[in-house]
């Protein structure tokens, strides 16, 4: 069983950067590929950013490449999502999510198996 933690969540102005974090436990984390998502209300959860296990392989939104940046360290168990230039429409929960996989990159909510408990970002304009 993996338990995952997000950090780094909070208010910032527009234009302002946070990096979150997700602190992996009770698995071989480097046989995960790892992905966050975000979900604002009314909203479906969404893809925002994926890495495969090795972090070799990223895959982003298309409306979020520029500004959003996935990476991990596999020696800390951790996966991060750099987020820049935020706007009041990256306002949502992001959370992290985990399945195992040893070869790709997953960008499909449903093929996650393991999720966080989220973390809150909000931007004010």
């Known amino acids: 069983q993996v338990q995952l933690v997000e950090s780094g969540g909070g208010l910032v102005q527009a234009g302002g950067s946070l990096r979150l974090s997700c602190a992996a436990s009770?698995?071989?984390?480097?046989?995960?590929?790892m992905g966050w998502f975000r979900q604002a209300p009314g909203v479906e959860r969404e893809l925002v950013a994926a890495?495969?296990?090795?972090?070799?392989?990223?895959n982003y939104a298309d409306s979020l490449k520029v500004r959003f940046t996935i990476f991990r360290d596999n020696a800390k168990n951790t996966v991060y999502l750099q987020m820049n230039s935020l706007k009041p429409e990256d306002t949502a929960v992001y959370y992290c999510a985990a399945v195992l996989n040893l070869f790709s990159v997953v960008v499909t909510v449903h093929e996650y198996t393991y999720w966080g408990q989220g973390t809150q970002v909000t931007v004010s304009s």
């Open positions: 890495i495969s296990r090795s972090g070799g392989s990223t």
């Open positions: 009770g698995g071989t984390f480097s046989r995960y590929a």
